[in-house]
């Protein structure tokens, strides 16, 4: 059981973190997070609400330090995170805004209103710690808890490490929330092990990343998403230069890469990854249409379908995605399997949708459907409900009590009757042609 | 509702194809996210590329009062007449 240190990194004197007001140096970060662990409630779990990036990184860091486990909502949610705290009741949360959690033990951290300073100490950190719970948004609205040991986050962080070799010539930008596997691997884990220097805020507008990207004379990575990407190239600002642009969360087409590639003079990667696994292998969306595994990562194909084979990931997670491997290192996805569904990163299983959408009184009848969209455009659902009483506006206020805002159906459709077959199914074929005249009327 | 109240809830429901929703069903003072229109943060984009287009500004999530601006339709309408260009 080898103890990993907290940070792998020993360039005390260099910028760690930047922010459009301050910059802080490793020494700094580590006087912050040493700080904040000596005086967080004590919890065993520490749900870590923060919004931006710099706290929620010194959070990160001193939760680790005093031994307590990091629970990673989906999103911020007020059901959401009543809901975690209700599952785990020795926890209490560490934020950064005003929103106040009703009941919950609240702990506020700002780095701009700490003390300062700055020191060399780096604490051992057990491998065998658990050290997060990363939630997605579950199938059933409940969140489901991936459990990461800290000896795994630091084996996982080095393969996406030997993939892109970061050095202290770079700086990292993310749209991506930290919370989420993808932003947690490379804007968290990622610079607590290699010398680079990254945005501690959370750039959310064109014009709020353009500025990120500007706060550094170093040549930015931006770790976005294929929704960030269409907007930013349909936003007309003029880009400061970039080193690469890296996409996840949802393919790419290669159209958006190239337009992508164009609009910011840059090259363009994309990382194929899930919260159980963390990211396991990337592709040149331009030139390659077949992903690379990461070093040392293995797809198994058996009859519970694909599993991947890591160091890092000793359960053998299964990937929810229709794979087909070209050889060892190769492999070619092609969405996902059975009935679940992806809407701007977030997943969610229709059958459990349609279960929800039925059981709400007053509906007779009713089905979820995923909008073929444009190219880059978000796919949004839409439902077709069968309702006497109930009307649109009525069926989305049920359903927002209980789904994340990115399923809410949109539009709502009423008709009389679903065109269901005689074994009580609705050919597929048949519901895009009720759709195509839906959204014509 | 003002004028341009009603010029930036058109064009509300228009980008964000809020098929069934009237200009007359939007309460200009009314929360546009999480409750009142239920928008995300995916129709906030949309929205500000939408701005960025019409109006001729970009919209920043780091201005202090960002939660207000996207509050309720007259504050987003009262921050568009602010700062647009010309």
């Not at chain 1, 260099?14 to 904040?36: P, S, Y």
């Not at chain 1, 659902?381 to 209980?402: G, K, M, P, T, W």
């Not at chain 1, 789904?403 to 709502?412: C, Q, T, Y």
């Not at chain 2, 996210?33 to 919209?59: K, M, N, P, T, W």
Request: charged letters at 20%; proline letters at 5%.
């Amino acid at each position: 059981m080898n103890p990993y240190p907290l940070i792998a990194r020993n360039d005390f004197d260099r910028v760690w973190i930047i922010t459009a007001e301050d910059q802080l140096t490793v020494g700094e970060v580590l006087f912050q997070a040493r700080t904040l662990s000596q005086q967080l409630p004590d919890h065993p779990c520490c749900l870590l609400l923060c919004e931006q990036r710099i706290n929620f990184i010194i959070g990160f860091l001193a939760a680790l330090w005093r031994g307590q486990t990091v629970l990673l909502p989906p999103n911020r949610l007020l059901n959401v995170t009543l809901s975690l705290l209700d599952d785990y009741p020795d926890s209490y949360c560490l934020t950064d805004t005003d929103a106040g959690v009703c009941d919950a033990e609240l702990f506020r951290y700002d780095y701009g209103t700490a003390v300062q300073g700055s020191i060399t100490e780096v604490p051992l950190i057990d491998s065998t710690q658990q050290a997060c719970l990363v939630f997605t948004s579950g199938s059933t609205g409940k969140p489901v808890a991936n459990a990461k040991l800290w000896g795994d986050l630091v084996r996982g962080a080095r393969l996406l490490q030997l993939r892109y070799g970061f050095t202290e010539k770079d700086y990292l930008v993310a749209t991506v929330p930290p919370q989420h596997m993808y932003g947690l691997e490379t804007t968290v884990l990622l610079p607590m092990m290699n010398p680079v220097s990254v945005y501690g805020g959370m750039p959310f507008f064109p014009e709020d990343i353009r500025q990120a990207l500007s706060l550094s004379s170093k040549p930015a990575t931006l770790f976005t998403t294929p929704l960030h990407l269409r907007i930013c190239v349909q936003a007309r600002l003029s880009w400061p230069e970039l080193r690469q642009l890296i996409s996840a969360t949802a393919p790419l087409s290669r159209e958006d890469g190239i337009r992508a590639e164009r609009e910011f003079c840059a090259g363009l990667g994309e990382i194929y990854g899930s919260t159980e696994t963390g990211a396991i292998a990337s592709r040149n969306t331009v030139n390659e249409q077949s992903w690379t595994l990461y070093d040392d990562v293995k797809l198994l194909f058996d009859e519970s379908g694909v599993r991947v084979l890591a160091r890092h990931l000793p359960h053998r997670p299964i990937l929810s995605d229709r794979i087909e491997a070209l050889d060892d290192e190769h492999f070619l996805m092609y969405g996902r399997t059975s009935d679940m569904m992806k809407v701007a990163g977030k997943r969610v299983s229709l059958a459990d949708l349609n279960h929800k959408l039925n059981a709400i009184q007053g509906v007779e009848d009713g089905v979820f459907m995923q909008v073929e969209a444009a190219s880059g455009d978000v796919s949004r659902l839409c439902a077709v409900i069968v309702s006497a009483e109930l009307s649109q506006a009525d069926v989305i206020n049920v359903l927002r009590q209980q789904i994340d805002p990115v399923f809410l159906p949109r539009p709502v459709f009423k008709v009389d009757t679903l065109p269901r077959n005689e074994t009580g199914k609705i050919p597929r074929s048949e519901m895009v042609k009720l759709l195509s005249i839906l959204m014509d009327r | 509702m003002s004028e341009f109240e009603n010029e930036i809830a058109e064009m509300i429901i228009e980008v964000l194809n809020l098929e069934d929703i009237s200009v007359d069903g939007i309460d200009a003072e009314a929360a546009l996210f999480g409750e009142g229109l239920c928008l995300d943060s995916i129709d906030a984009l949309e929205l500000a590329l939408v701005i960025s287009q019409r109006y001729g500004f970009q919209v920043k999530a780091d201005d202090a009062d960002n939660k207000n601006i996207f509050s309720s339709l007259r504050a987003l309408a009262g921050h568009i007449e602010a700062n647009r260009a010309g």
